[in-house]
């Protein structure tokens, strides 16, 4: 089946697989406020490539269209499994949402002075975070003073003293 302009990256590692490639499926679950979510993610065909995934391990994976796509699901490998389907061999990944750790994250605090992109602060907290950070796009703003950024990551938003 042919999914017009549909993009799909899965990356573990150094390994990155996308849509082009091979083909891939995947069902993300949310979580609730008392476990984490999951995501299954099947890769057919892959080979000796398959030797990526292993338990434990990251694995991040990136939809949407070729010109709008972003992570939907980033988290740890739990178990690997292959199944045979017809003259394939799909390769299943089942992995659970990492996004619960933020909870035990460090606060954070950050001075930034004016002329500062908001892109740059964006990607600069996303990564203190420990938060993949997708496609941003860069709509020209800057700060117009200098401005410090403190918070833990469950703050929402970050407090601006």
Do not use: H
């Not at 490998?77 to 394939?88: C, F, Y």
């Not at 606060?107 to 997708?134: H, M, S, W």
């Amino acid at each position: 089946m042919e999914l017009w302009l549909r993009y799909i990256e899965l990356q573990c590692g150094s390994l990155l697989i996308t849509l082009d490639d091979l083909d891939i499926e995947f069902t993300v679950e949310n979580d609730d406020k008392s476990s984490a979510g999951k995501a299954e993610i099947a890769v057919y065909n892959l080979g000796q490539s398959k030797s990526a995934f292993k338990k434990d391990e990251l694995v991040q994976l990136k939809a949407g269209y070729r010109d709008d796509y972003g992570i939907i699901f980033y988290g740890k490998i739990d178990k690997v499994w292959d199944e045979k389907v017809g003259a394939d061999v799909k390769t299943v990944i089942q992995a659970s949402d990492l996004t619960k750790q933020l909870f035990k994250a460090k606060p954070i605090c950050k001075r930034y002075p004016k002329g500062t992109p908001i892109t740059k602060i964006v990607q600069d907290l996303f990564n203190e975070a420990g938060i993949p950070v997708g496609k941003i796009e860069d709509l020209g703003i800057t700060l117009s003073k200098d401005m410090v950024f403190g918070g833990k990551t469950t703050s929402t938003p970050y407090t601006v003293l």
